[in-house]
């Protein structure tokens, strides 16, 4: 059964940081990209940042320079650490999962979500 648990959202005065943790379970049998997306009240959900199993990361530019995307070493968990924090990051956080199998095929899965809010 395939899991993707989130923490570490919360609420974070304008300029402090938090870190995201995605600990991911039962996602085997492909090449996975890894990542974390963002949906504001109002406003469609939109990339934040992925990384594959390769390494390769892909920012979005609002968060370049202040958000950082790491895992551990079974590639298990992924970390979102968020500095400089601005208010226009307030949002529901999701974990992502892209995993192109190696057989045929691709699968999407998607965390609960975790709210993000910083005040100025």
């Known amino acids: 059964q395939v899991r993707l648990v989130e923490s570490g959202g919360g609420l974070v005065q304008a300029g402090g940081s938090l870190r995201l943790s995605c600990a991911a379970s039962g996602i085997i049998g492909g090449i996975k990209t890894t990542g974390w997306y963002r949906q504001a009240p109002g406003k469609q959900r939109e990339l934040v940042v992925t990384?594959?199993?390769?390494?390769?990361?892909n920012y979005a530019d609002s968060v370049k320079g202040r958000f950082t995307i790491s895992r551990d070493n079974a590639f298990s968990t992924v970390y979102l650490q968020m500095n400089s924090l601005k208010s226009e990051d307030t949002a529901v956080y999701y974990c992502?999962?892209?995993?192109?199998?190696?057989?045929?095929?691709?699968?999407?899965?998607w965390g609960q979500g975790t709210q993000v809010t910083v005040s100025s």
């Open positions: 992502y999962v892209f995993l192109k199998l190696y057989v045929d095929g691709t699968r999407s899965y």
């Open positions: 990384i594959t199993d390769g390494g390769i990361t």
